[in-house]
């Protein structure tokens, strides 16, 4: 027999335990091989951790783990869904559970939740789009758009038109209390520089943007009789946001206005929303859940907001953009995904690749 050498180390995979004192922290030479199994012909390795005793392996806590269906069939559900064709429809074409197929979506969001989480951090963008749009959960009647205050449900996007980035996104009715969560997920996402902000006319924006970046200045005692001068929140110097306004007659478009809000020096060919304005559209071409004058609509907010969460991670990670091209090594012209063009992954992500990636052999310190 020959001489058993030792076992060899992972060091780029961390232990899954959440109770293990080294969850989630790759490289401390605590996980070991365990062989490895066969499972739908493909070969599955195991580990074990030697910190918490604990055996695990290469899907676990992965979004395939557990699942009888075989990948390429969840795959082709998701990317199915993703075009916006209804869970019974989906279900139906491939013979299998309604149900089935809502947990996978509900697994997927989860998953993009976590992925957008450790990635989508820190990014440096100069400009942020934001607009909302219309759509529809359940049939109603539509309000006219002049209603300003509208209980929706309106889809609010943020987009980083530089390199077509789908920063955040919120499905609720068009009140400042959204506004201001929309533009509070925006900031989760950036570094400390403050973009310039274009929206639309929607004064919703303004005061959210305010409630997240204004400084609070107070009043000096005068040492003179009568009240104090309320304190008041006045925008930083480097917050720069602009309106778009569009003023509309008999539905033609008449005149564009655009006034700056806040912030000096703001270059006239970066005031526009015309990209986001584009995204809208790509958002209702592909995706049949909120094309116009469809009855594909959702008929529970629920499925909405997980189908359009997987969409739009997988539009940042997966989808190639018409609008990013560049020339590979060979000269070739290729069209780029907006993660990869923001640097935030160093290639093309495949619905697997989404599907998993470890959260947690990013080390959490
Ligand atoms: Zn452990």
Redesign the pocket.
């Known amino acids: 027999m020959g001489k058993r050498r030792p076992k060899s180390k992972f060091t780029d995979v961390a232990?899954p335990?959440e109770a293990?004192?080294?969850?989630g922290v790759a490289g401390r030479e605590?996980i070991v091989g365990n062989g490895t199994y066969q499972a739908r012909n493909k070969t599955v390795r195991r580990y074990i951790?030697h910190?918490?005793?604990?055996a695990f392996c290469d899907s676990t806590n992965t979004f395939y783990y557990n699942f009888r269906k075989d990948e390429s069939t969840i795959d082709l559900a998701l990317n199915i869904s993703m075009k916006g064709m209804s869970n019974e429809a989906i279900a139906d074409v491939l013979k299998i559970q309604s149900a089935t197929l809502k947990r996978w979506l509900a697994l997927a969001s989860k998953q993009c939740d976590k992925v957008n989480a450790i990635l989508m951090k820190n990014l440096n963008v100069p400009k942020i789009e934001m607009d909302e749009m219309r759509v529809i959960v359940k049939k109603k009647i539509v309000p006219r758009m002049e209603v300003y205050e509208d209980d929706g449900p309106w889809m609010w996007v943020a987009f980083a038109p530089d390199n077509r980035l789908i920063v955040a996104f919120i499905i609720g009715p068009r009140k400042q209390h959204v506004a201001d969560e929309l533009v509070k997920l925006t900031d989760d996402c950036l570094s400390e520089n403050i973009p310039v902000y274009v929206t639309d006319g929607l004064d919703f924006y303004k005061v959210a943007l305010l409630n997240q970046y204004g400084v609070r200045i107070e009043y000096p005692k005068t040492g003179k009789r009568g009240r104090l001068k309320n304190p008041k929140i006045v925008p930083p110097d480097d917050l720069k946001y602009v309106q778009v306004v569009k003023k509309r007659k008999g539905g033609k478009l008449q005149e564009v206005e655009k006034k700056v809000i806040f912030g000096e020096d703001i270059e006239q060919s970066v005031i526009s929303t015309s990209l986001i304005e584009r995204q809208n559209l790509t958002f209702r071409q592909d995706n049949n859940r909120v094309s116009r004058k469809t009855i594909g609509f959702s008929k529970v907010a629920k499925w909405l907001v997980n189908q359009m969460k997987l969409y739009c991670t997988h539009f940042n990670f997966c989808r190639e953009h018409g609008g990013l091209k560049y020339k590979d090594g060979r000269g070739i012209e290729c069209k780029n995904t907006p993660a990869r063009e923001a640097g935030i992954t160093d290639s093309k992500w495949k619905l697997r690749n989404l599907l998993t990636f470890k959260c947690f052999k990013t080390p959490i310190i």
């Open positions: 232990c335990n293990c004192k080294d969850h605590n951790c910190s918490c005793g604990k």
